[in-house]
């Protein structure tokens, strides 16, 4: 399945960043535990593996980070 948007903030509740996979009008929620201060990067990769243990299929331009 595809995902038409991935988008990754940080979850000052939890303490940890959010990661919402958005397919049509479906929104799945997962929490990557990684620390504050990781770099673009390492969030992107940690995004998208879980957009991919979701079962998920998305493009690097559809992932949106926000600090």
């Given at each position: ?7 990754v ?8 960043w959010l ?37 998920y299929?998305?493009e ?8």
């Open positions: 399945m595809r995902a038409d948007r991935v988008e903030s940080w979850d000052s509740s939890k303490n940890k990661v919402r996979i958005i397919s049509g009008e479906e929104v799945i929620r997962r929490h990557a535990d990684l620390p504050q201060n990781a770099d673009k990067n390492a969030v992107s990769a940690a995004a998208m593996k879980i957009a991919q243990d979701e079962g299929e998305a690097p331009a559809a992932l949106a980070v926000t600090a």
